[in-house]
């Protein structure tokens, strides 16, 4: 039976928590993690700091073959990061078949992860691995997924941001109004703002466009 499980690991386990130590106030998405024949590249998404400063914090660290920014929007960077393979990490653990990355977010506290798995064995599957590599991951919650539409999937936040964006012409080109504007208005930060609506199109993507094809 399909399984998602929430998993939690402190900052500095991660391999991409190394940019807290210099820029404790961002956040850090992973968008998705692709193997790669020298590794495993990670593209990820950075809020509250300029991406200088995140190039940087980065290209330190021995793990690190190479960094580079290749998108911004709305002062989110998105960046892409050649990881060398002799460095295990959870990021390894991430790209197995049996389990499929569902969100992925880091603050200077903690990392949060929520993963899919064909069954509860491809979870403890991932468990076992990360417990031989030493990778303290906390298992928080792990339950079967239930049969909902894509609205429903929604959380509310997300749901309200994504309507009130859509009524101000956010969507609309050229756009009605600015991530800021909308973020005032619900007393939120744009990082916050950013990180809903993203989250939202992307769970409406997922269950009216790609689970619906034949």
């Known amino acids: 039976m399909t399984t998602v499980a929430e998993f939690t690991l402190a900052a500095d386990e991660f391999p991409l928590g190394t940019v807290f130590s210099k820029l404790p106030n961002v956040t850090v998405q992973l968008e998705r993690v692709i193997p790669d024949a020298n590794g495993v590249v990670p593209y990820f998404w950075v809020r509250g700091a300029e991406t200088d400063a995140i190039v940087e914090q980065f290209a330190t660290h021995p793990g690190v073959r190479d960094i580079r920014a290749v998108d ?55 468990r076992e691995y990360c417990h031989d590599h030493g990778i303290p991951v906390t298992l928080t919650e ?59 199109n992307r769970q409406l993507i997922e269950q009216t466009l790609i689970k619906s094809r034949p």
């Not at 009130?164 to 703002?193: H, M, N, W």
């Open 72 to 126: 911004c929007v709305d002062s989110e960077y998105l960046l892409r990061c050649a990881w060398v393979s002799e460095y295990d990490s959870v990021l390894d653990a991430l790209i197995a078949p049996e389990v499929v990355l569902l969100s992925a977010i880091g603050t200077a506290e903690e990392w949060t992860f929520e993963l899919r798995g064909e069954s509860r064995e491809a979870i403890a599957e991932f």
């Open 142 to 200: 792990l339950h079967a997924p239930q049969p909902l539409d894509a609205t429903q999937r929604l959380t509310e936040s997300q749901r309200d941001a994504l309507v009130l964006a859509y009524e101000r012409g956010y969507f609309d080109s050229p756009r009605g109004t600015t991530l800021k504007e909308i973020a005032d208005d619900l007393e939120i930060s744009q990082q916050a703002l950013g990180a809903r609506l993203r989250r939202g």
